[in-house]
């Protein structure tokens, strides 16, 4: 069963930054691709980045280019989202989303088969 769990998520001040974990389970990690989506209220769920699991490569939405990093763990399958110069309009839910691809680097919301529950990120003073 594949299992996408995200952590890290919490309150910050404008400016602060974050890292996020996505820890992966229940299938071959190398065979996938790894994005990280994120849901404000009242907002249509948008993608931020993703990473192919096995060979590294990345891959932007451009509003985030600069100051939104995504890298990966093969020893703990995990995925993380380091992210600076945080404003209060990043305030979301941020989720991680699973692609069974070894070649698409897509940050499209349906293109994504399997996430995660989601972990909330509070950008405030």
């Known amino acids: 069963e594949v299992q996408l769990l995200e952590s890290g998520g919490g309150l910050v001040q404008p400016g602060g930054s974050l890292r996020l974990s996505c820890a992966a389970s229940?299938?071959?990690?190398?065979?996938?691709?790894i994005a990280w989506f994120r849901q404000a209220p009242g907002k249509e769920r948008e993608g931020l980045a993703c990473i192919s699991a096995g060979d590294s490569s990345t891959n932007y939405a451009e509003f985030v280019r600069g100051r939104f990093t995504i890298s990966s763990d093969k020893r703990k399958n995990t995925v993380y989202l380091q992210m600076s110069s945080l404003k209060p309009e990043d305030t979301a839910v941020y989720y991680c989303?699973?692609?069974?691809?070894?070649?698409?680097?897509?940050?499209?919301?349906?293109?994504?088969?399997?996430w995660g529950q989601g972990t909330q990120v509070t950008v405030s003073s």
């Open positions: 989303a699973a692609l069974e691809s070894r070649v698409l680097l897509t940050v499209t919301l349906g293109d994504y088969q399997y």
């Open positions: 229940g299938f071959t990690f190398d065979d996938y691709a």
